[in-house]
């Protein structure tokens, strides 16, 4: 892999869980933490050195984050198809 196109995917990733970690809804904010995951993956299988290390550090804050918002999001969603089912 290139060091730009993991460098590229790296930021992406870092923005991702920073956008994670802001005060918005639970759906936004688990699809936030799931792209970072993604897009952590890439370089952390085929790029060298410290990029290598760089993007596992963010994909397990990621998937920290992910566990972490996980019951958020699963009870966000219930509230969602309580309405969703109660409307004419």
């Known amino acids: 892999m290139k060091p730009s196109s993991a460098r590229s995917l790296l930021v992406l990733s870092g923005l991702a869980v920073l956008l994670g970690l802001s005060g918005m809804s639970p759906a936004g904010a ?26 596992a550090l963010l994909l397990l804050a990621a998937v920290s984050l992910f566990i972490q918002q996980y019951p958020d999001f699963t009870e966000h969603m219930a509230s969602y198809r309580r309405q969703a089912e109660s409307a004419p």
Do not use: Y
């Open 30 to 55: 688990f699809a936030a933490v799931a792209l970072a995951a993604v897009c952590a993956l890439p370089p952390l299988l085929f790029a060298a050195g410290r990029l290598r290390t760089a993007a």
